[in-house]
């Protein structure tokens, strides 16, 4: 099975940038779909952006036009350029991916945007 594995969290002012990236490691079958969520603390995870093999994105209101998901088929792996950071983007990020097999997530990593 696949295991996603994030990276690129970290602490940014208000304005800045981010990428982070999840590689989707182990074996496993073609993959379906690649998403980042974000949560807050008592707070859903609530999903920002997603990514289909097809190709097909789709983003939260409140990230489009700052934050731009993109895929290393090669590499199996998704980024997430983050641009224009808030202090209310600040949440952690996991990665999900879906193939035959089911849905996967990562551990997770802290976003924090300081105003």
């Known amino acids: 099975q696949v295991q996603p594995v994030e990276s690129g969290g970290g602490l940014v002012q208000a304005g800045g940038s981010l990428r982070l990236s999840c590689t989707a490691s182990g074996r496993g079958s073609a993959i379906n779909l690649m998403a980042w969520h974000r949560q807050t603390p008592g707070e859903q995870r609530e999903l920002v952006a997603s990514?289909?093999?097809?190709?097909?994105?789709n983003y939260a209101d409140a990230v489009k036009g700052r934050f731009t998901i993109s895929r290393d088929n090669a590499k199996n792996t998704v980024y997430l350029q983050m641009n224009s950071l808030k202090p209310e983007d600040t949440a952690v990020y996991y990665c999900?991916?879906?193939?035959?097999?089911?849905?996967?997530w990562g551990q997770g990593t802290q976003v924090t945007v300081s105003s």
């Open positions: 990514l289909s093999s097809a190709r097909n994105t």
């Open positions: 999900n991916v879906v193939d035959f097999f089911g849905s996967r």
